[in-house]
């Protein structure tokens, strides 16, 4: 599950992550991405984690659940998640076939993104370091 | 799904999208209104939706599923989604029929509704801009 090229980069800027998917994940690749997403909070402090889908042209059930799990899991360790970069296409499918984000929040790009992050991460205390 | 006349309108005002139905919309062209919404929200960079269906006197289980899916859509795309002008007499029938609307916000009219978005937005970060 190590084995490979990277197909996804994280990115630190401030007090975020900035994780971009470049293609289309299998199974093993996603959960790699979330194992590796999740350590990096912890070892970069990160308060927030904008997730950039926007080269993917499908988001099925296994991926979609796994954006939720990362959510959760950043959650637990102190982190907010924003999804960006959903396109319509992709957005309708979804929608169609039931696949729900749950509590994950959406936002359209990679500005609004950071943008609806610093809001966060302002109303909690550590935005005020 | 392309073809006839367009039975509905999609105008940008601010951050925003008052999309009309002008008349009643048989299922395919309820289709067409929703991906041309969905897709509008991400050309304008949309912060927020209104569908003003008091043309309208009749919503049935197709079209109620189909605002129901927008605004999850929409939501998917960092978008906020209100329903206004939905009628006494089509108000009485939906609930009688069971026909519901989910987590769709709904308003009394145009006014009410832009109110009620820009409500939503001010919330958000985007709605500094």
Redesign the interface.
Known sequence: MTAGPRLFSILRQGAFLIASIHTALDDSQLLRFQEDLITMIGRDRARGVVIDVAALDVLDSFATSTLRDIGDMARLRGAATVV?G???D???A???LGLR?GVLE????LE?GL??L??RVAGSPAGRR
């Open positions: 960006v959903i396109q319509p992709v957005a309708i979804m929608v169609r984000t959406t936002a359209l790009d609004e943008a609806l610093g809001d």
